[in-house]
């Protein structure tokens, strides 16, 4: 008996993970064409049964940590070189990978606060998790173009230092634009306010995840 349940989980964890190779290019380019439709969709589903939830799509969670695997696996393919700004401790590749899931988690867990805090609910696990949801879909896209951006300057050309730049702009674009969106939702934001607000919470996110690199390098190479 408990190996024919061993064997079900293994059925079950393998048609999950085949089903990511389809899902994951459809939930990016849906969220891509329409985030803010996608953003709704986040926190929407997550009134539905457990067994029900994101049934056409990866759920938020799994495809932010999905799109930062690939990311991770584009930079080693073209050889980015991380290790001459981090620490020697993220040469080991795991902790490397560890680390950028939490850092730029920051990006998602800031707009959420920022959505609880707009709606005047109080801040609970509960409160913040729908919040959390849909900003993982608007975060994942633009993570990509950071990585897109990051793996082209590494070429020492105009060209590439151009284009390099033409990728971060195009992300962030994109990112505040789809942000401002998410905000004149509300109906209480004016499209001036929306759009200094998304900023400068995208903004605080960048400061938080340089932050977070700087105490955990310090951390790290303290002495003891």
Request: proline share 4%; with cysteine; hydrophobic share 60%.
């Amino acid at each position: 008996m408990d190996f024919m349940r061993l064997l079900k989980s293994v059925e079950e964890l393998l048609y999950e993970l085949v089903t990511w190779i389809l899902f994951y290019p459809l939930t990016l380019w849906r969220c891509l064409r329409h985030p803010v439709r996608m953003m709704n969709y986040a926190s929407t589903e997550l009134g539905d049964a457990e067994a029900e939830q994101y049934d056409d799509a990866l759920s938020p969670p799994i495809f932010l940590l999905l799109t930062l695997f690939i990311a991770h696996l584009i930079e080693l393919r073209f050889g980015v070189a991380t290790k001459v700004v981090l620490p020697d401790v993220f040469a080991d590749e795991r902790n490397l990978l560890f680390f950028r899931a939490i850092a730029f988690s920051l990006f998602p867990l800031l707009l959420a606060l920022q959505d609880v805090r707009r709606r005047g609910a109080k801040l609970t696990r509960r409160t913040l998790k729908p919040a959390f949801y849909s900003q993982c879909y608007a975060a994942a896209p633009f993570i990509l173009s950071i990585d897109l951006a990051v793996i082209i300057a590494q070429h020492s050309n105009v060209a590439a230092v151009v284009a390099s730049l033409a990728a971060f702009v195009a992300g962030l674009i994109w990112y505040v634009g789809a942000e401002t969106a998410w905000l004149l939702l509300d109906g209480r934001l004016g499209r001036p306010r929306a759009l200094l607000n998304a900023s400068g919470a995208i903004a605080l996110g960048f400061v938080a995840v340089l932050v977070v690199l700087v105490l955990t390098a310090w951390t790290i190479m303290a002495p003891a």
